[in-house]
């Protein structure tokens, strides 16, 4: 089933969740969490917040299979294998099978993220 149709809404409501840490190192475990927007259920494709918490460090870089973009909302990344910080207002677009991360984030950040395979 492809993401629902949704006009213009506030997810205030919708259920912030814990994000698992990845086999591969990806950005999850504790103190990161996401609001699912939107999600295709049979692609993976998905629209989401994730939101890191003051002090989370992830130790390994991430690659995946899938298209991600993302904003960077508040606060900031700190990219820890290209040494570089990315901070608010920020915008990236990663093909499937770049490396980022892993990430230091000294004081929180939120991210808008899509992710598509095609």
Do not use: N
């Not at 475990?29 to 890191?52: C, E, H, N, P, Y």
């Not at 606060?75 to 230091?104: N, Q, S, W």
């Amino acid at each position: 089933m492809p993401k629902p149709e949704l006009e213009f809404f506030r997810p205030d409501t919708l259920p912030w969740e814990p994000v698992a840490a990845s086999p591969t190192g990806g950005a999850g475990g504790a103190g990161v969490s996401q609001k699912i927007l939107s999600r295709d259920a049979a692609s993976g494709d998905l629209t989401r917040l994730l939101r890191f918490e003051a002090g989370v460090e992830t130790t390994e870089a991430i690659v995946h299979d899938f298209w991600e973009e993302v904003w960077i909302l508040e606060g900031e990344l700190i990219d820890l294998g290209k040494r570089r910080t990315f901070t608010g207002g920020m915008y990236a677009c990663r093909p499937p099978g770049m490396v980022h991360g892993p990430y230091r984030v000294p004081q929180g950040c939120m991210t808008l993220e899509i992710r598509y395979r095609k």
